[in-house]
């Protein structure tokens, strides 16, 4: 209400105003808002390969290097993690938001599984930080989102943060829910947290299934 905001897309600077028009429309899909409502289930050998991936790049004390993987499933439950190369799909690893090859990577999927997924959750880390999107993150959603819907209108998308730090030993900790959209838990070398969002950026409710 009364909200606005500046968003740039593809070079084209576009004021946004919040309208009550808009959220006529988004009542109007009541059977997928009912869907979303129950949140996005997570496996603990997902959560394993998220661990795996995350930590397979990371390098202490360099905030800048960022990878992004995804996860797909159907309904609420994510069963599978792509990984992309770097060529294809980051251009470099300097900043997500603005190098993420959004074609290349949904070419990669299709290639993986044969078309998208009901559901699909592009993740990217945040080394050594914190599982909250920037501004630049926001933007990534809100367009990336928009052109994976012009692909495939059925894939319902999320985004996560992955935050990782570490690189020396420490105690294991298991797969936390701390609070309702994120996940934490310590491998032996690593912390991590993990925070899923909307393409709106709002918080999606996680669960850890089995
Ligand atoms: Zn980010």
Redesign the pocket.
């Known amino acids: 209400m009364g909200e606005w905001e500046i968003i740039v897309e593809d070079g084209d600077l576009v004021v946004e105003f919040e309208k009550s028009g808009e959220n006529q429309k988004k009542k109007g899909k009541a059977e997928k808002t009912e869907k979303q409502s129950g949140g996005l289930l997570l496996q603990p050998p997902v959560l394993k390969s998220m661990e795996i991936r995350a930590q397979s790049i990371f390098r202490p004390g360099q905030k800048d290097i ?1 990878i992004v993987y995804a996860l797909s499933g159907d309904g609420y439950k994510t069963d599978m993690l792509h990984q992309f190369s770097t060529e294809d799909v980051l251009y470099d690893s300097s900043s ?2 603005a190098n993420v090859n959004i074609e290349n990577m949904i070419a990669h999927i299709k290639a993986e599984i044969g078309e998208l997924p009901e559901l699909l959750v592009i993740v ?1 880390t ?1 080394p050594e930080g914190t599982p909250f ?2 501004p ?2 926001k933007l990534f959603f809100r367009t990336t989102a928009q052109t994976i819907k012009q692909h495939s209108p059925g894939t319902e998308v999320f985004y996560g ?1 992955h935050a990782i730090s570490g690189g020396s030993v420490r105690a294991k900790k298991d797969y936390k829910k701390v609070n309702e959209n994120t996940i934490k838990w310590s491998s032996i070398t690593h912390d991590h947290e993990v925070a899923f969002y909307t393409k709106e950026s709002k918080p999606v409710e996680v669960g850890i299934n089995g």
């Open positions: 960022e997500i938001e990217h945040h999107p920037s630049q993150d943060i």
